[in-house]
């Protein structure tokens, strides 16, 4: 994994060097801490965040990101939820990062709590095997020891972008 400056808010996180499709955007803007208290809050504001961006729909992009296809979400039990989401109208890979004030319930039945979403917006016409590369080098990134507490105390979000590269 390698991360880029484009400009001085702009990053570009190559995964692969071979598969241009696995690389990801972001920027200071898809990165905020947010007094959020529920998953719809979390949703909603992420929703904002993607229109802002990308001119996305509020409301399709809210009821992208509320579907209940588990395979869309995935908890790591620390504390880290990383939501992925395919849409036609982005022309590039996107990350967005909420750090929660307060952590809050995501499941109820389990107790699991959460307090950092990951999101990432990925273009539907990706391949599925550059999509699960991209899932899978994230995931390990996000499991790795300490990675929740060291999130945690980032102050800014180019900090935040700098510890997704491995070490």
Do not use: W
Request: glycine share 4%; proline share 2%; hydrophobic share 40%.
């Amino acid at each position: 994994m390698k991360i880029e400056t484009v400009n001085n808010s702009a990053y570009e996180i190559c995964l692969s060097k071979t598969f241009i499709e696995q690389k990801i955007m972001t920027n200071k803007k898809s990165f905020i801490d947010a007094a959020l208290n529920s998953r719809k809050q979390i949703l909603k504001k992420i929703s904002e965040l993607a229109k802002n961006q990308f001119g996305l729909s509020l409301g399709d992009c809210y009821e992208s990101l509320d579907s209940k296809s588990i395979n869309d979400n995935i908890s790591y039990n620390n504390g880290i939820l990383l939501i992925n989401k395919t849409f036609k109208e982005i022309d590039s890979n996107h990350l967005f990062c909420v750090r929660l004030q307060k952590p809050i319930v995501l499941n109820k039945n389990l107790g699991e709590k959460i307090d950092i979403v990951f999101v990432i917006f990925i273009q539907d016409r990706i391949k599925t095997s550059s999509r699960l590369q991209i899932l899978s080098k994230f995931s390990r990134v996000l499991k790795g020891n300490n990675f929740r507490d060291t999130i945690i105390g980032a102050k800014k979000p180019e900090d935040v972008i700098a510890l997704l590269m491995p070490n």
